[in-house]
């Protein structure tokens, strides 16, 4: 079914059919096509849907009438391939009443002239063919609900039928009097007509705006919304974004792409124990749809140009977790990691390959049974790529090479591929900076190791570890030492120099672990992420003013530090947060104004000798927690004349500012189309604000969206806004203004 169809089904519902035979002979069923645009003035044709939903709403209230859904109507044309004419002759009226089950058929144009509309209008006997009424009628542009109203009415006397009195007021109470909310409704139906969802409803939400008492307008929203609400419930994280995918379809070979990527979701979402190699083979192939290194192969580049950069990769994380969460259970009867899977060139070889793939994987990833275990070792020496697919932490990095060390041995592994292993394991080690484990990884590979020159390297290594443990029990700084070596630095001497005499840290100190909190910028092709209690956080732009609290390990802290001294020129800061979009959510964090006692700047001011003495320059910066952020990273375009590159799809996103005048919602965006230089101070537009700002120092904040619902918690005060429309991407954070702030252990959910 098409998605056109599904919507429309959705909309107004299946064909109700007659179980009287007798019945449905008698019953007056009445068909209303489109007016046709007969002006000579272009941009005017979606009138002709609005008097088509004017009018077979009208007709709707009489109880002796049935009327033929619209969107019954619309696949008919379509399918016959009428085209849009409004005005039929009688054996292509016949045919279209026949079709749509019709006892009448209406058709009909109509004019625009300077102030003056004219319409032409033919009602049809289904049956006979016969021209029962034929009305050109003229009136003042600006009256059009009075020819609308008058040709209902003409109709109903045709037709024989007597109005009951509800009835005949029903039908006399205008729509609209006013043609710009006409105008703006027939719009927003002609754009829902072309999925174009977005701007059918803004459409609609104008045409309420200039007439408030416009009830079709309303009734008509509110069905559209549901539709569209439910058409994106139904998006699965690994689902391709429909709107995404109608652009990608306009060019062949996306669309051939595109549909391989829907059946591969298709086969990974099959059900039950027996089609988890189907699952994994499907996933496989996924996988490599999102991967950014698969961009060197040409198709797989044009299939993610056409989706925001930062969901692809996002999207990457979580095909790799779910793969990893199914295989590890079935392992050695698949492969535990998967790399490098070419996904299918075409549709129709979906199955076959994913069949073959599933196979291959059920012998550890060969086609010969004699290799299975050389073949299972291979990929386990692949976790570095994997480990990068998946987005995982430090800790999660343990856990799967102490699996893969595991695993090495009994599949007949040689010694470098289990010594190779050991020596990650110990460098993940003190990622988290956890140096006695890591002596004992390097402790673990020297029982393997037989080459002298390898084995002394070894022992060298656990030696000047030995010396950092040392450190470790004398010091007073064990956490400013352990972040320290989860940052990087691993030799002695630095350690001891930078950790310093017993006594608080030096302001030295807290600059070399500011260098190691500061938040880098994101870019596609290098991800840099730090983890915000588990959630993957990139800073999109704003960098030199962004840092992090203390690290518990290279990757992960719980607090944000904003501080952007007097005078100092930056972007605003943006940053996305989790490993894809959401609608619904809840989120709570804390705010504080006061500098945290271990913050210092990256360069030290010269007048500062400890750290008690640094201040930060006053200034109470504007903090604001988007939601739904969307099209961050995405392709730019070169316009054809001026073969300038510009960006058609601006960063947007809504969110809830906090300053210390008031709690506003907000929407935030770069100006469209965008320039090749992205994101320069972004506009912010105020929907709703509440005069009751921030004022504490230190404050909690929580803060839900449900729907279009907003419920703010600040403190003890509580705000309640309203979204103009649904707001589906990803959470994030905007700072600008001067001063220091804490957004301290944001947690999402």
Known sequence: MSRPTAVALVLFG?????????????????????????????????????????????????????????SRLQEIVAEQKLGASGLVDKATAAKIGKLAGASHLLGGTFTIVAKTMRLDARLFSVKTGEVMLAEDMAGERDAFFELEKSLVNKMIVTLGVKLEPKERAGIAKIHTADFGAFKNFSQGVAHFDQQRYDEALESLRAAMKLDGDFNLARVTLDEYEAVVAKIRAKAQSIEISSRKL??????????????????????????????????????????????????????????????????????????????????QPVFPDAPLFSTGQHPPDKPEDVEKRVGDLAQSFKMGGSHREDLRNQSLVNNLRQFEGFLQAMAADRREAIKILELVAAKLGPLGADE???????????????????????????????????????????????????????????????????????????????????????????????AELAERREVKRWWPHADPFWLWNGEPTHLIQGEQVLFTGPRTDGLVARDLRYYRAQHMSTKDVLLAVGRGPRADFEATFELAYVKAPDFMPKYVPREVVQAADFRVDPGRPEVTLLFGLHDVDTQS???????????????????????ATGVALVQLGEPAPATALRKPEMSMLLITESNKGVGDDKVKVRITVKGRAVIVQVGAASHAFKLPQDAQGFVGVHLRGEGYVQVGDLRVK
């Open 14 to 70: 299946a064909l109700a059919l007659s179980a009287d035979p007798a019945a449905a002979e008698t019953a007056m069923r009445v068909a209303v096509l489109e007016f046709s645009n007969a002006s000579s003035e272009a941009g005017l044709e979606a009138l002709g849907k609005g008097l088509q939903s004017m009018i077979t709403t009208d007709l709707a209230r009489v109880s002796a009438l049935t009327v033929v859904e619209r």
């Open 246 to 327: 109608d652009q990608a379809k306009k060019d062949a070979d996306l669309d051939k792409d595109s549909r391989v990527a829907e059946r591969l979701v298709a086969v990974a979402s099959e059900p039950g124990p027996a089609a988890v190699h189907r699952r994994l083979a499907a996933l496989a192939y996924l996988m490599e749809f999102y991967d950014h290194h698969g961009r060197s192969h040409g198709r797989i580049s044009r299939f993610q140009d056409h989706f925001d950069g930062l969901v692809v990769r996002r999207r990457l994380d979580t095909l790799a977790r779910r793969y990893f969460t199914e295989a």
């Open 416 to 510: 470098y591929a289990r010594t190779d292993v050991l020596r990650k394991l110990a460098e993940a080690y003190l990622d988290v900076g956890d140096v006695d484990a890591a002596s004992g990884a390097l402790t673990r590979a020297s029982a393997i190791e037989t080459d002298p020159s390898n084995l002394k390297s070894l022992a060298a290594r656990i030696e000047k570890l030995g010396k950092v443990s040392a450190l470790f029990a004398r010091t007073d700084k064990k956490v400013e030492l352990r972040e320290l070596v989860a940052g990087g630095e691993r030799h002695p001497a630095t350690l001891e120099k930078l950790v310093g005499p017993a006594g608080p840290p030096s302001p030295k100190l807290l």
């Open 637 to 659: 375009r070169e316009d054809p004349e001026t073969r300038e590159k510009f960006y058609p799809d601006p960063t947007q996103a809504f969110g809830v500012r906090m300053t």
